[in-house]
């Protein structure tokens, strides 16, 4: 079976900008508007363009970029309201002035964290 080189298979824009880490509507138009193929991603992430540095160090962000720079879930980000993307600098106001639920969720981001590693921990073959 014949298929595309992996090099020329075709991206959605929402598939690429997920992987590019940015926020789909608020990438250029052109972004938007077509697929983009494996080579293009690999030189937008070797020698990314002013739009998507900007992008990358302002914002918006999409969910997955905001609960990780604030160490919680993406659920965690639901359960505290935040269903919006964020620019970096709310995200810095949430960091610096924690509110009850941030605290709570990090908290419980922890206790996962811990489990996890007890649970590998005990997988992991003793010597």
């Known amino acids: 079976m014949a298929g595309t080189p992996y090099s020329q298979q075709v991206l959605k824009p929402t598939n690429a900008a997920k992987r590019l880490g940015v926020y789909l509507p608020a ?17 937008l992430e070797e ?5 998507l ?6 914002g918006p962000h999409p969910r997955s970029v905001v609960a990780g720079r604030l160490g919680i879930s993406i659920a965690g980000l639901a359960r505290g309201g935040v269903t919006d993307p ?13 509110p009850a639920w941030l605290v709570q969720e990090r908290a419980t981001a ?10 590998a ?5 003793r010597d």
Not at 110 to 119: C, F, G, M, S, T
């Open 110 to 119: 922890a206790k996962v964290r811990a489990e996890e590693d007890r649970i």
């Open 47 to 51: 020698n990314p363009p002013q739009w």
């Open 86 to 98: 964020l620019t970096t600098e709310q995200i810095d106001e949430l960091r610096d002035e924690p």
């Open 27 to 43: 990438t250029p138009p052109e972004f938007q508007d077509k697929g983009i193929t494996r080579a293009e991603l690999e030189k």
């Open 53 to 58: 540095s900007d992008l990358r160090r302002n």
């Open 121 to 125: 921990a005990e997988r992991k073959p």
